[in-house]
């Protein structure tokens, strides 16, 4: 699987737009891009995956470059309960490697 | 829908004894599950993957006497972690493989373990 690379740290205001972005210059053309957050103390919770085409659901919508090599995931208003650690993990098989993330931090 | 539970929520244990963590598909079948370690503030680790009626693989580092994984069906996996000692204290997280949507995987709330 590709390496990711994101930002350790964000913050961002209630009620604005969260843009987390995940680099994965390496990312072969059959590995799928997924998000996934973790709320202190608990499981991961699935957001949203893509392979070439922007997604959108109703948590989020995540933006994959043309060229495969970054994407963003766009929380578009951000809640004091968005408060977690995001991971950007870029996959083709079973396995999910989870990286650092990103530990976003929303505030009022 | 694709909910993942995980039983029990905590346990606290003496060294020496056996802890059996349980991982349930609760609307979903699921042929792979997964399981995951956490230590504070670093991130999961994947410790092994569990397909139902065959031997789980391990990842590189783990011990799989130590740490013995059963998935006798589509919608339960087990862990049990054999002869506890202090350093096997953390957060062991599982999730489960929902087939036919892009092999997205759920995962469950996490077992907080602490040997004493």
Known sequence: DAKTTQPPSMDCAEGRAANLPCNHSTISGNEYVYWYRQIHSQGPQYIIHGLKNNETNEMASLIITEDRKSSTLILPHATLRDTAVYYCIASNTDKLIFGTGTRLQVFP | ?116
């Open chain 2, 1 to 116: 829908g694709a909910v993942v539970s995980q039983h029990p929520s905590w346990v606290i244990c003496k060294s020496g004894t056996s802890v059996k963590i349980e991982c349930r598909s609760l609307d979903f079948q699921a042929t792979t599950m997964f399981w995951y370690r956490q230590f504070p503030k670093q991130s999961l680790m994947l410790m092994a993957t569990s397909n139902e009626g065959s031997k789980a693989t391990y990842e590189q580092g783990v011990e799989k006497d130590k740490f013995l994984i059963n998935h006798a069906s589509l919608t339960l996996s087990t862990l049990t972690v054999t002869s506890a000692h202090p350093e096997d204290s953390s957060f062991y997280i599982c999730s489960a493989r929902l087939q036919g949507a892009g092999e997205t995987q759920y995962f469950g709330p996490g077992t907080r373990l602490l040997v004493l």
